[in-house]
C-alpha cells in the first residue's frame, strides 16, 4: 500500500539538476494537480494583466474574443512541455509552436521574464498556503530549473540564478509593473466568465465574489476588481485550508496520473494537432 509520503521521499532522492523534469511532472501529475493547476491558472492571469502584455492581448483579441480557445491554446502547450519534456517530438514541437505565436510581437525582454517568474513563483506560494503540504526544496528548485530551460529556448536572458533570486526579482518587478489598467481589466471580465462556470451550483451566488477572493490585493487593482466583503475572503482562505488538512490527515496518493487518458480541452472534443494551437494570422496559420 502507497505511503503519503512516497513520493516526496523519491522526489528527495533525486538529483533536481538533472531531474527537474521529473520532479516537476511528479507535482503536477501526482502530489498537487488540482492546486497545481489552478496555481498555473493564477499565474497566466497575472501575466496577462501587465500593462504592456495587456495591451498586446486586447489588441489581437485572441482572450476577449475567443477566451475558451486561448485558454485551452495556452495549456494545451504548456502541459505538452511538461508532459514530454524540450527533447521528445511533441515537447519540441510545442516549444516551437510557442515562438512562431509569440515572433510577431514587440515584447521585451523583462516582461517575458515577468511571465516566467509568475509561472515560478505564483503555483509555489499556492502550495505554500494551501497545498496539502508545502513544497519542498528539492520540488522549488526544480519549478525554477523547468522554467529557466523554457526560457532559454525561449531565448529570454538575464534569467535571475536561483529560485529565491528569480523571487525577489519577480515581487519588484510585479510591484513596479503590475499597475491598475483598462486592458487588463477587459481580460479579467472575460477570463472569469470561465472560472464561473468552475463554481459549485450550491455557491453560484457567491461566484464573483469567490473568484475576486482568490486574486491578491495587486491583481484585484490592476483588474479593477471590487475588493470582496470580508466574510468571504475569510471564508474561501478557511475553506482552503481546511482542505489542506483533510487532504493531508486522510488523503490518498493518486494513484492514476493526471492526463493519463491524454491532454484534453472543450476547443478540441475530437483532438487536436499541435500546429493548429494558437490565432490565425493574416488568416493563414502560423
Not at 23 to 47: C, V
Not at 106 to 114: P, T
Amino acid at each position: 500500500m502507497r505511503g503519503r509520503y512516497d513520493n516526496l521521499t523519491r522526489t528527495r532522492a533525486l538529483d533536481p539538476e538533472h531531474d527537474y523534469l521529473v520532479i516537476y511532472q511528479t507535482m503536477l501529475r501526482h502530489e498537487f494537480p488540482w492546486d497545481m493547476k489552478l496555481g498555473l491558472n493564477l499565474a497566466f492571469n497575472r501575466s496577462f494583466s501587465i500593462p504592456a502584455i495587456a495591451t498586446v492581448h486586447t489588441a489581437t483579441g485572441e482572450l476577449t474574443e475567443r477566451t475558451q480557445k486561448r485558454i485551452d491554446d495556452t495549456g494545451l502547450l504548456m502541459y505538452e512541455m511538461v508532459l514530454n519534456g524540450f527533447d521528445q517530438p511533441r515537447g519540441r514541437e510545442a516549444l516551437r509552436r510557442v515562438n512562431q505565436i509569440h515572433r510577431p510581437y514587440d515584447i521585451s525582454n523583462d516582461d517575458f521574464r515577468y511571465v516566467l517568474g509568475c509561472l515560478v513563483v505564483t503555483p509555489t506560494r499556492w502550495l505554500q498556503g494551501y497545498g496539502w503540504r508545502p513544497p519542498c526544496c528539492h520540488e522549488r528548485h526544480a519549478t525554477y530549473l523547468f522554467y529557466r530551460e523554457l526560457g532559454r529556448r525561449m531565448r529570454i536572458t538575464d534569467i535571475p540564478g536561483s529560485y529565491d533570486e528569480f523571487e525577489t526579482w519577480f515581487d519588484a518587478y510585479d510591484a513596479a509593473h503590475l499597475q491598475p489598467n483598462d486592458d487588463a481589466a477587459a481580460i479579467e471580465r472575460a477570463t472569469r466568465m470561465l472560472m464561473l462556470t468552475r463554481i459549485p451550483r450550491m455557491l453560484a451566488p457567491l461566484g464573483n465574489a469567490l473568484v475576486s477572493a482568490l486574486y491578491d490585493a495587486p491583481l484585484r487593482s490592476a483588474t479593477r476588481v471590487d475588493t470582496p466583503a470580508w466574510p468571504v475572503r475569510a471564508g474561501l482562505h478557511l475553506a482552503l485550508r481546511t482542505r489542506s488538512r483533510l487532504q493531508r490527515w486522510f488523503g490518498a496518493p493518486r494513484t492514476t496520473a493526471l492526463f493519463a487518458d491524454g491532454i484534453k480541452a472543450k476547443s478540441y472534443p475530437d483532438g487536436y494537432e499541435i500546429s493548429q494551437l494558437g490565432p490565425h494570422q493574416d488568416g493563414v496559420r502560423e
